[in-house]
Nanobody, 128 residues
């Protein structure tokens, strides 16, 4: 599975951006896809996940109510609509695919170890 993320950019606080992640290859094996982010000097953190079939979604507390994850199975693409952006949302955003469906841990959807393929990061910068 190959993942290609796009849509990052510079936006003012309060603005919006939509990230896209296009999957190719053995997409039929994907159980779910997620977005993580990594700010300068910090660990990579979970943002949101969506299941590939049923559409179940999960969000980090920091983005709940502001970000919306969605998918288009026909296009093999996952989106992250980000509204009400804050300077603390500034980070590289990475999409990831869960193929092996390990689900290790109580918050398995948020754990990096449960994702098998990663796209390159796309930079989101929010100015104050």
């Amino acid at each position: 599975v190959q993942l290609q993320a796009s849509g990052g950019g510079l936006v003012q606080a309060g603005g919006s951006l939509r990230l896209s992640c296009a999957a190719s290859g053995r997409t039929f094996s994907i159980d779910g896809m997620a977005w993580f982010r990594q700010a300068s000097g910090k660990d990579r953190e979970f943002v949101s996940r969506i299941s590939w079939s049923g559409g179940n979604t999960y969000y980090a507390d920091a983005v709940q109510g502001r970000f919306t994850i969605s998918r288009d199975n026909a296009l093999n693409t996952v989106y992250l609509q980000m509204n009400g952006l804050k300077p603390e949302d500034t980070a590289f955003y990475y999409c990831a695919a869960d193929v092996l469906n390990r689900r290790v841990g109580s918050r398995w959807y948020a754990s990096i170890i449960n994702y098998d393929y990663w796209g390159q990061g796309t930079l989101v910068t929010v100015s104050s």
